[in-house]
């Protein structure tokens, strides 16, 4: 897959494209759907996904608190699991936010990116102040000579599936309801990091990463299923992680530590992916080691139990 952020510089290679439009956080169901219509509205173009980076709501409000479901890397990774060919993945800045809706089609659909076809969700915004419509969408393209396809939105149990909705199934502690509106198993990745390694000491050595900019589920303890993306011990596992601030060991900054069941191996530096499964428990601060050890050896049988079932 080719990543391309800058539309004014464009290869002859990489215009020509159907391309789905969006945010694609979490590249949940609905999404899904949009990429699957830009692949049949015409198979003969390559097929990408136009986005943006930063997020517009990360841009507009840098300091609100962390609302992604995933980084930008996890995003194309799973792209490209779809089938996606080319990755407009746009510097959103002042300049392109202040470009007004006719200008948005005209300088970036037509002219900078080329595209021979868009898809876009029936409650498409864009341009200045999201000025725009998926009806002004149509006319530009009739204009411009760019097709314009509007998908409806995906609607689960008469609940409509959006990023929204995933992160508070992620925050009610409901995992497998988050992973039914994905269409897979919400995922924390990224390098595994230094920590302070307490659980080698208490026999349950972790893979430590940081959370940081991402929407934070339920603390507590997951059975997880974790892919080791690169090194060595690439390849599929089970293991029990914990999520949160480490309540038995004062103030922390909250991240995700994962123990890996049957595993022996150096992982510091390489990338995992971590698929939230069934949240055990929530955090809690124990009298002391034994019963948190206790508890621990508790949490993996369960955990084994839950994944063992899949």
């Known amino acids: 897959m ?7 510089f464009v290869e002859p290679q990489d215009r020509g494209a159907t391309v789905a439009v969006g945010n694609f956080d979490g590249v949940h169901q609905g999404h899904q759907s949009v990429i699957d ?3 049949a509205a015409r198979p003969d173009a390559p097929l ?5 980076e930063p ?3 990360q841009f507009f409000a840098p300091h609100a608190p962390s609302f992604r479901l995933m980084s930008r890397e996890a995003r194309a990774s ?10 407009y993945e746009l510097n959103f800045n002042a300049a392109l936010s202040g470009l007004s809706p006719h200008d948005f089609a005209k300088i970036v659909i037509a002219d900078g990116l080329g595209l021979q076809h868009v898809i876009v969700g029936a409650d498409f915004c864009f341009g200045k102040d999201r000025a725009g419509t998926v009806q002004d969408l149509q006319q530009f393209g009739a204009e411009m000579g760019f097709g314009v396809t509007i998908a409806p939105l995906i609607a689960q149990s008469e609940k409509t599936i959006s990023s929204t909705a995933i992160r508070q199934a992620l925050s009610d502690a409901r995992p497998a309801d988050a ?15 230094g920590g302070e390694q307490r659980g080698r000491e208490l026999g349950y050595p972790t893979a430590n990463m940081s959370i940081d900019g991402l929407h934070p589920p339920a603390f507590g303890v ?23 601030v480490r309540p038995m060991f004062g103030e922390n900054k909250p991240n995700l530590e994962t123990f890996i069941f049957d595993f022996t191996g150096d992982l510091y530096g390489t990338q995992l992916s971590v698929g939230l499964v069934a949240h055990l428990r929530g955090e809690e601060k124990f009298d002391g080691l034994d019963a948190l050890i206790t508890q621990m ?3 993996s049988l369960q955990a084994r139990s839950i994944l063992a079932a899949l």
């Open 78 to 87: 799973r792209l490209e699991k779809l089938g996606v060919e080319k990755l």
């Open 37 to 39: 219509m830009a692949r």
């Open 222 to 244: 997951y059975a997880v299923l974790v892919d080791v993306l690169d090194g060595p011990h690439t390849g599929q596992y089970h293991g029990v992680a914990s999520m949160g």
């Open 297 to 299: 050896d508790a949490d």
């Open 55 to 57: 997020h517009p709501r």
């Open 48 to 52: 990408g996904v136009l986005t943006f």
């Open 179 to 193: 992973a039914a509106m994905l269409g897979h198993w919400h995922r924390i990745e990224g390098p595994v990091i």
């Open 2 to 8: 080719r990543i391309i952020r800058d539309y004014h």
